[in-house]
């Protein structure tokens, strides 16, 4: 399993927050997703073998928010 924070500089409330988590959680392969506002961080444990970072990043760019950086947790 990896472990990463992803930067979503448009996240901006809790909406996002829910909207974020609602469009990775179903995902085959993402283990968990926390959303933290203050710091517009999505912290993501998924499985690489099932899931791609690249699929992750479309899912994300899909609901509006485009991911600005990624790094390992
Ligand atoms: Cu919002």
Not at 23 to 44: C, H, I, N, T, W
């Amino acid at each position: 399993m990896s472990k990463v924070v992803l930067d979503v500089p448009e996240i901006s409330c809790a909406h996002c927050s829910q909207a974020i988590t609602q469009a990775l959680q179903p995902q085959a392969g993402v283990e968990k997703v926390r959303v933290d506002v203050p710091s517009r961080k999505v912290y993501l444990d998924y499985d690489e073998n099932t899931i791609s970072i690249d699929k992750v990043k479309a899912l994300l760019a899909e609901e509006e928010y485009p991911v600005a950086n990624i790094s390992n947790a």
